[in-house]
């Protein structure tokens, strides 16, 4: 039973990061909303304003701080889960206790980049946000 679950798991993270691997145009969520980078290296194409910069300073610097704090915890609890799994007769609770700790994170994480996201749309007004479309669709040919 927990090589199943055990596997199961591996399974499920081989097969997600795959699916994103094959299909990254395919995101419905992505392809409306900015990266931080897009609309920071096309400032003056989109027109941003003196406030729209500073406001995602203070956003992007934020969340790049949250971000790493996270990806350390993400990464002691990662190696906790490896350090159960190692054992001869991992306990399985322990294990998907540890798993339930790993998700947790993760989930903090995806939830600080979409808020990010929306943040930085928000800001945006229609035209400039019709503008970064423009530029992405024609970086992406």
């Known amino acids: 039973m927990r090589t199943r679950v055990l596997g199961f798991c591996l399974l499920f993270f081989v097969a997600t990061g795959a699916a994103r691997a094959q299909h990254p145009g395919d ?3 992505g392809r409306n909303l900015f990266p931080p980078e897009l609309v920071m290296q096309n400032q003056e194409a989109v027109g941003l304003n003196d ?3 500073a406001f995602l ?7 790049q ?3 790493t704090d ?4 993400l990464q002691d609890e990662m190696e906790k889960m490896a350090s159960l799994i190692k054992q001869p007769h991992p306990d399985e609770q322990q294990v998907l206790a540890q798993l339930e700790k790993v998700l947790g994170f993760e989930r903090e ?6 808020a990010l ?3 930085i749309k ?4 229609p035209e400039q946000q019709a503008k970064l479309e423009d530029i992405r669709s024609k970086q992406g040919r």
């Open 27 to 29: 995101d419905p969520i």
């Open 51 to 53: 406030e729209q910069r």
């Open 57 to 63: 300073k203070t956003e992007i610097r934020q969340a």
């Open 65 to 67: 701080t949250k971000f």
């Open 70 to 73: 996270l990806q350390w915890k």
């Open 109 to 114: 994480m995806k939830r600080a980049q979409i």
């Open 117 to 119: 996201l929306v943040h």
């Open 122 to 125: 928000n800001k945006l007004t």
